[in-house]
C-alpha cells in the first residue's frame, strides 16, 4: 500500500499540536485519545489521514510521488507506545514518566511536520535491516 508523504506530514503537524496541548494541559484524556489516533494509524485508518484526504488533498492535487506505507504505520505504533507510557505516568502520578513520554512523542511528530524526517520511519527501516532475511 502507499500513501500520500503530504499526509503523513499533516498528520503529524495535527499530533505535534495535541501533544503540546498535552505538556500544557496535564491532559491525561487527551493523550489517551492521541494513542486511539495512534491505535488506528497502525490499522491503516488515520483519521487525520482521512481529513487530508477528504478536505486538503484536493486543494493540492495529485502528489509527486507516494511512498511505502508500512514505515509510517510502524512509526504510528511506536507513538501508540510512547502515548501508553504517557497516559500510565499520567494515571500512576509519575510526572517525569508522563511528560518525558509526551515530549518524545512531540519531538518525533514535530520532526515530522515541519522537516519531514519520519523518526519512526527511519526506525523502522533500522529494524528491518537487522532482521534476518528468514524472517521477513
Sequence with gaps: MQVDPRSTRFS???TTLILALVLLTGNAWLLL?????FALGVAGVSPYGSIFRRLVRPR????AQMEDAAPPRFAQGVGLVFALVGVIGFTAQITPLALGATAA???????NAAFGFCLGCEMYLIVRRLMPAATR
Excluded: E, K, M, N
Design 12 to 14: 503529524a503537524a495535527i
Design 33 to 37: 485519545a492521541q494513542g486511539v489516533v
Design 60 to 63: 493540492l492535487g495529485p502528489p
Design 105 to 111: 512523542a512531540l519531538l518525533a511528530a514535530f520532526l
